[in-house]
């Protein structure tokens, strides 16, 4: 069972570049997420969905965008990318909104915009 | 907002020994649900113990344990009999029952050393 997966797990970008990052779950989640994790500082929720066609803002969505056209995929995209970006970035899926429900988490990609 | 705090950056333990990990959080809401995440270097996040705030027990999971004070918003965590693999960074985790709110706010994180 391979969960949550993300690609790429690490990856270099210049200022103004673009770039997509994925995230496939195979539990048949309907809610994903994707947060942002910063040195020193908890993890920040970026957008989260809760079903497929369905996307909403979280606490830091400025500088990216997302889709979710299948239950499986949430891309997140970095349109311009910045230096204020360096970060690392987190997927995470649940099967509920129940409070209580775990959320499932992907390795994490390490982004370094230069 | 809610806002959840964890107030030491560091702790280090013994191999076998007991060590315990604050976290406090900031809510106006009478139920909600707390969390302990572990994250080991392989940065993969890991779910060590849930706690629903309606529920006066503690609750426990093998060698982790939460002493849960809900009136002083506190939410630590206990872990007995350490190892070598506990070694990690161990984030709180605050997530309200609103409906339109399925944020889950995280604490700054304790990075725990396991010295053997």
């Known amino acids: 069972n391979a969960g949550v997966t993300q690609t790429p797990k690490f990856r270099i970008l210049k200022i103004g570049q673009s770039m997509t990052l994925q995230c496939t779950q195979d539990?048949?989640?309907?809610?994903m997420y994707w947060y942002r994790q910063d040195p020193g500082m908890g993890l920040k929720l970026i957008y989260y969905?809760?079903?497929?066609?369905?996307?909403d803002k979280g606490e830091v969505p400025n500088g990216y965008n997302v889709s979710r056209s299948t239950t499986e995929d949430f891309p997140l995209r970095l349109e311009l990318a910045a230096p204020s970006q360096t970060s690392v970035y987190f997927c995470?899926?649940?099967?509920?909104?129940?409070?209580?429900?775990?959320?499932?988490f992907g390795q994490g990609t390490r982004l370094t915009v230069v | 907002a809610q806002t959840v705090t964890q107030s030491q950056p560091e702790m280090s333990v013994q191999e076998a020994e007991t060590v315990t990990l604050s976290c406090t959080y900031d809510?106006?809401?009478?139920?909600?649900?707390l969390f302990w995440y572990k994250q080991p270097p392989s940065r993969q996040m890991i779910l060590v113990i849930r706690?629903?705030?309606?529920?006066?027990q503690n609750a426990t999971e093998n060698r982790f344990s939460v002493n849960f004070q809900k009136a002083a918003k506190s939410f630590s965590l206990k872990i007995s009999d350490s190892q070598l693999g506990d070694a990690a960074m161990y984030f709180c985790?605050?997530?309200?029952?609103?409906?339109?709110?399925?944020?889950?706010?995280f604490g700054a994180g304790t990075r725990l050393t396991v010295k053997p």
């Open positions: 969905s809760v079903g497929a066609g369905i996307t």
């Open positions: 539990m048949n989640h309907n809610y």
């Open positions: 985790a605050y997530r309200s029952p609103t409906y339109n709110n399925n944020d889950m706010r």
């Open positions: 706690q629903e705030a309606y529920k006066q």
């Open positions: 809510t106006s809401e009478s139920d909600y649900y």
């Open positions: 995470a899926s649940s099967y509920t909104r129940r409070g209580s429900a775990e959320a499932f």
